[in-house]
């Protein structure tokens, strides 16, 4: 049923945006804790939520693997310095472990 919830969350955040959705999976999980040691599958899909409903505010979401870790960097660090985007230290954090667990390597 939890695995239901989030298929379905995530359909509903990403249905306008263009990006692909992305099922997370313990291989997901897995490869994050090598850069996020302890991040779970409940941390991973908050920053999914979190990027959905932020980022698409203004503009068409980008699926993660769209580009590599660095240019995700720039562009995170661009945008959630911006005064409308209005993005805590805490959800930039959450939507970067998302974003680079499925960036380009």
Known sequence: MKKVTII???LLL???GGA?????????VTRA???YPGITSEQLVEGQK???VNC???HTLHAPGKFGQKRW?????EMSGKEYANID???KESITKYILTFAKQ
């Open 20 to 28: 692909k959705i992305i099922t997370i999976s313990q291989a997901d």
């Open 56 to 58: 698409a505010k203004c």
């Open 73 to 77: 960097n720039h562009e995170i660090d």
């Open 89 to 91: 230290a805490k959800t």
């Open 8 to 10: 379905a969350s995530s």
């Open 14 to 16: 990403f249905a306008c």
């Open 33 to 35: 804790a090598i850069k």
């Open 50 to 52: 979190l990027y959905a």
